[in-house]
């Protein structure tokens, strides 16, 4: 097995009815772009009810039809927020837990000790969550998930990686390996993925590779690092 190998975005998702939901930050191939993804799957009517909204750095989501919400606690929340030089990218609540702790001087690990995996058993879906560290014309970004210990939800485990970003690498962590009843974790380090310099060509080869029944939204935006230029890209499966 080639553990430097680096793989394309839809080798890993394509055929896979359920990855849940993923974090993808990387560099771009030519060097000059700090590039990060998120997306979103669903397979229930209250996952599928959602829709992203960009409110100039920050992105939330919200019920797409408000009628129809059942529990709001998992399905609403800011996957994206940035504070000064840092960019926190997760899939639930712990955004803000994240953001308060760098606002008085801690970390992104830290913070992320305080919380756990989510609290709906069976599955127990574990939280992603990245972080984006600018330092002048460079970064380095940090991952980690936090999964539960066993079947039945007893403790939690707590993994962060560090990486230096690296011109044509990322790396994707999802919250689950595949379809389930319940739904397996995902398992292993976050997986190493190509970072192209078109920001259209990597959306489109995330979105297209995600399952068309299960798919919900997805978010990418690319950073110049020498300019400091932002490009972003959105797309919503429910448009109103």
């Not at 974090?23 to 030519?30: A, N």
């Not at 078109?198 to 979105?207: A, K, R």
Request: aromatic fraction near 12%.
């Amino acid at each position: 097995m080639d553990i430097y190998k680096i793989n394309s975005v839809k080798s890993l998702i394509e055929g896979n009815s359920y990855v849940g939901r993923g974090i993808i930050i990387g560099r771009s191939e030519d060097g000059s772009k700090a590039c990060f993804a998120y997306f979103i799957m669903g397979r229930s009517a209250n996952s599928r009810n959602r829709v992203f909204v960009e409110n100039g750095d920050e992105v939330t989501i919200y019920p797409y039809d408000e009628s129809k919400v059942e529990d709001p606690s998992l399905i609403i929340y800011s996957p994206i927020r940035k504070y000064q030089n840092h960019i926190i990218v997760t899939n639930g609540n712990q955004t803000d837990t994240v953001y308060d702790a760098l606002a008085i001087g801690g970390s992104f690990s830290g913070a992320l000790t305080t919380r756990e995996f989510e609290p709906d058993g069976p599955n127990f879906t574990p939280r992603i969550s990245g972080i984006l560290n600018f330092n002048g014309n460079d970064f380095d970004y940090e991952m980690s998930i936090l999964k539960s210990i066993d079947d039945i939800g007893s403790d939690c485990c707590r993994y962060t990686y560090s990486y230096p970003s690296k011109a044509g690498l990322g790396h994707f962590i999802h919250t689950y390996i595949c379809d389930g009843n319940p739904i397996p974790t995902f398992c292993g380090e976050p997986e190493r993925v190509a970072v192209p310099n078109c920001i259209d060509e990597f959306t489109s080869s995330i979105w297209n590779a995600l399952d068309e029944n299960n798919k919900i939204s997805l978010y990418v935006r690319y950073i110049d690092l020498n300019t400091g230029e932002v490009q972003n890209r959105m797309i919503n499966k429910n448009v109103k």
